[in-house]
């Protein structure tokens, strides 16, 4: 495959967010010739791990599976995710995210088109609440700050 994207899902115990993300990154208006999909289990004790296989069953030539069994950290598995990536741009979308099918068009304007000098991009995050308890609340208010990282910290 010669991937353009190499999209990195970390998963622990999250079998509908997994599904949730894929299923958004199938659904882009981009040739799936020129993005792979890495879902890297992190030592799930649900039915994550078969959910996981299965897409990359059905999706052999898009879709790889891998393991993080060493180290327990979302940052661990994106690392396992980058040795296996053949894309020349990496993105890393947790699982329990969903993109407009438009993500993967949009990401490659910007950095093959518009901006060939980027090195990285952030885009809106808008969280969804489904249990409305006090630590989610907070997290919903000060949490993902994209524009504030990339123009103070430097990252996304």
């Known amino acids: 495959m010669d991937s353009t994207f190499s999209i990195i899902i970390p998963v622990f115990c999250d079998p509908s967010g997994l599904k949730t993300t894929v299923e958004s990154i199938l659904n882009q208006d981009f040739s799936k010739e020129c993005y792979e999909i890495i879902i890297v289990d992190n030592g799930s004790t649900d039915n994550t791990l078969e959910i996981a296989k299965d897409y990359a069953r059905s999706y052999p030539n898009l879709i790889s599976f891998h393991e993080e ?3 327990r950290s979302s940052y661990a598995a994106r690392n396992k995710g980058i040795l296996s990536s053949k894309g020349k741009i990496i993105a890393f979308l947790d699982a329990n995210v969903s993109v407009s099918p438009d993500y993967l068009s949009k990401a490659n304007d910007v950095f093959f088109v518009k901006y060939q000098h980027i090195q990285y ?7 969804v609440i489904h249990n409305r308890t006090i630590s989610a609340i907070y997290n919903s208010a000060y949490d993902f700050k994209i524009g504030r990282d990339i123009t103070e910290n430097n990252y996304s």
Not at 121 to 127: A, M, N, Q, S
């Open 69 to 71: 069994k060493e180290i």
């Open 121 to 127: 991009l952030g885009c809106r995050v808008e969280i």
